[in-house]
């Protein structure tokens, strides 16, 4: 690893981003070096705006590409001192697109069409409890607390700590499977030693799991997460709750599930309905 790179690394593990965090900056640097065939201190503004400008036409992702502006950010302002400003570093408008959501039939289908416990138990753990795939494969079994029936996420997005409910069926299986396999630290290992299981894995059995369920729309791992707060506001639990328990900063983000929660909608009566207009 080179100097520059080094000294990247050093800037992200003081402002407390996670080692996730840090492997994902790294790799767009990385990206935009191989691009421009210069290492980072070579590399100029235009050739910056060249790179994101190239990435945007070839439809890579809105959150792809802002992971591309963060870590540039902290490579060529922190790192190299240049102060590229966000004329330089160009961040794409969000799209205004709302995630897609599972309802809860189409949950336990893809969940009914995985045989291997270990991995049954991660997805229905990440939708019953409203988890980030990272999160969940992080748990340790000491993070499941079946008299309070909560859960502990620790150091999740941002590294922050937060409290998430344990349902009733989730410890049912999470009973079933610690049963089978008698984890001691971390719940879901992987073949390495102390390390938890690939999140590919995961994204694979889903796939494979959803596709078996006949489900045709695009959906991920993530949905479970955004189908667990929906479905939470559905059934009227109110909307600070559930930022809480999601692990939202700010309650701007959670208010997304307003417009998902077609429940909540359906209830709502037209201003004409419950007037004198007889037409």
Not at 224 to 249: C, K
Request: some cysteine; proline content about 4%; charged content about 25%.
């Amino acid at each position: 690893m080179s100097n520059s790179y080094e000294k990247m690394k050093m800037e992200m593990e003081l402002r407390g981003h996670s080692p996730n965090t840090q492997k994902h900056y790294l790799s767009h640097v990385r990206m935009l070096e191989m691009h421009s065939g210069k290492p980072p201190e070579l590399i100029k503004e235009c050739e910056i705006k060249e790179y994101l400008h190239y990435r945007i036409n070839k439809g890579i992702s809105y959150s792809n590409i802002n992971i591309s502006c963060n870590a540039f950010k902290v490579m060529f302002n922190l790192v190299l001192n240049r102060n590229f400003s966000d004329e330089t570093i160009v961040r794409p408008k969000r799209p205004k697109q709302l995630p897609e959501v599972l309802s809860k039939e189409e949950v336990l289908s893809i969940v009914g069409n995985i045989s291997n416990l270990k991995h049954k138990t991660i997805l229905f753990t990440i939708y019953s409890a409203g988890l980030r795939i990272s999160e969940a494969l992080n748990l340790k079994v000491s993070d499941i607390d079946s008299e309070k029936m909560i859960i502990r996420v620790f150091c999740g997005k941002g590294s922050k700590d937060r409290y998430t409910i344990l349902g009733q069926k989730n410890l049912k299986l999470l009973r079933d499977y610690w049963r089978l396999y008698r984890p001691k630290d971390l719940l879901f290992p992987g073949k390495i030693p102390g390390r938890p299981l690939c999140q590919r894995n995961i994204q694979k059995v889903f796939k494979d799991a959803k596709d078996d369920a006949g489900i045709n729309r695009s959906v991920s791992v993530h949905t479970l997460r955004h189908s667990f707060a929906t479905h939470l506001l559905d059934a009227n639990t109110d909307l600070r709750t559930i930022q809480v328990l999601l692990g939202h900063s700010h309650i701007t983000t959670t208010c997304i599930y307003l417009h998902l929660s077609t429940k909540r909608l359906a209830k709502v009566k037209s201003p004409l309905d419950s007037g004198v207009y007889h037409g």
